[in-house]
């Protein structure tokens, strides 16, 4: 049995492939354009209407009907970041005359922070 893997491929509105990929390999063979890509377009613009930030997801399949699905996202934290950051210049001013190398420990937990960031960002939320 031969194990077949998933690929993917993400394009833009033209339909230019993007030199990107999320979790799986990145897909080399060619995908045509579909007929119908301007409608699909539409319906999707249609369907996000009223949700600050959404994907939509359509699928046309072999009978020519289209599914669809949609996942919506919500940040609404970005406040509770900006507050840890400035705790932070808060700590470095409090205690820069006790503690000399206070900001470079600071330094090392912001660069810390970014890079978990960068981890949740890339794996725990779902893209596909």
């Given at each position: ?95 820069l005359i006790a503690v ?29």
């Open positions: 049995m031969i194990e077949k893997k998933t690929k993917k491929s993400f394009y833009d509105l033209n339909w230019n492939k993007l030199n990107y990929t999320s979790n799986y390999p990145f897909n080399k063979e060619i995908i045509h354009k579909p007929k119908n890509l301007d409608l699909l377009i539409e319906l999707a613009e249609k369907l996000a209407v009223g949700f600050p930030h959404v994907r939509v997801d359509l699928y046309v399949l072999k009978d020519y009907s289209i599914k669809f699905q949609m996942a919506c996202f919500k940040y609404d934290n970005l406040l509770i970041e900006y507050m840890q950051k400035i705790i932070l210049f808060g700590y470095i001013n409090l205690f000399p190398l206070c900001p470079l420990f600071i330094f090392c937990i912001l660069i810390l922070e970014y890079v978990l960031d960068s981890y949740k960002l890339v794996h725990f939320i779902n893209f596909n």
